[in-house]
């Protein structure tokens, strides 16, 4: 299993482009979610998906869409990227429940100018 | 709301000390999660322990040992005779029992640097 995948590692950007951050998992999770690490700051959920088809919002959602298509992928868009979304993007998914330990990808590096 | 108070940002010990790192959380829930996660230098987060706000007993694994008291709210992680690699920033996390989903609420970390 390659567990949870993050595409790119790294990536800049200036300020009012679009990207899409990728993430896949092949552990058959329902849950996915996406995070965000600021310094000081610890993870902040940005968005988070109980099962295809179905997404919501976490606490820091402004500026993030989200869908989810399949079990496997759960891609988090920037629609006009701001330098204030310089961050590590951590995707994350698990079985559902709050039991069950979250498995993280390994970030992303997004730095926008 | 949730909220993780990680109040240590940074550690610095000598190897072999002893250290504890120390997590105070808030939550309405009646029940919930609480986790502790260690982020190395190369940026992963690792999984290290998962505790049930009904189970108070204290786990030891290793040179690692949890100390969750829910009269004080808290769940202290101590390193016993600490290492190098041991050098990392842990992180503390709650999440509630319902709500559908494991939506995590992370503390800002604390940064451990454990020297020769």
């Known amino acids: 299993n390659a567990g949870v995948t993050q595409t790119p590692k790294f990536q800049v950007l200036k300020t009012g482009q679009s990207m899409t951050l990728q993430c896949a998992q092949d552990?058959?999770?329902?849950?996915m979610s996406w995070y965000r690490q600021d310094p000081g700051m610890g993870l902040r959920l940005i968005h988070y998906s109980v099962g295809a088809g179905i997404t919501d919002q976490g606490e820091v959602p402004n500026g993030y869409n989200v869908s989810r298509s399949t079990t496997e992928d759960f891609p988090l868009r920037l629609l006009s990227a701001a330098p204030s979304q310089t961050s590590v993007y951590f995707c994350?998914?698990?079985?559902?429940?709050?039991?069950?330990?979250?498995?993280f990808g390994p970030g992303t590096r997004l730095t926008v100018l | 709301a949730q909220k993780v108070t990680q109040a240590q940002t940074e550690i610095s010990v000598v190897e072999k000390e002893d250290v504890t790192l120390d997590c105070v959380y808030e939550t309405r829930d009646t029940t919930y999660y609480l986790f502790w996660y260690k982020q190395p230098p190369s940026g992963e987060l690792v999984f290290l322990i998962r505790?049930?706000?009904?189970?108070?007993q204290n786990e030891i694994s290793g040179r690692y040992s949890w100390n969750f008291q829910k009269s004080t709210s808290s769940f202290n992680f101590t390193i016993t005779a600490s290492q190098v690699v041991d050098s990392a920033v842990y992180f503390c996390?709650?999440?509630?029992?319902?709500?559908?989903?494991?939506?995590?609420?992370f503390g800002t970390g604390t940064q451990l640097k454990v020297e020769l």
């Open positions: 994350a998914s698990s079985y559902q429940g709050a039991v069950n330990e979250q498995f």
């Open positions: 996390a709650l999440t509630p029992t319902t709500g559908g989903g494991n939506k995590l609420t």
């Open positions: 505790r049930n706000s009904f189970d108070e």
């Open positions: 552990m058959n999770h329902e849950y």
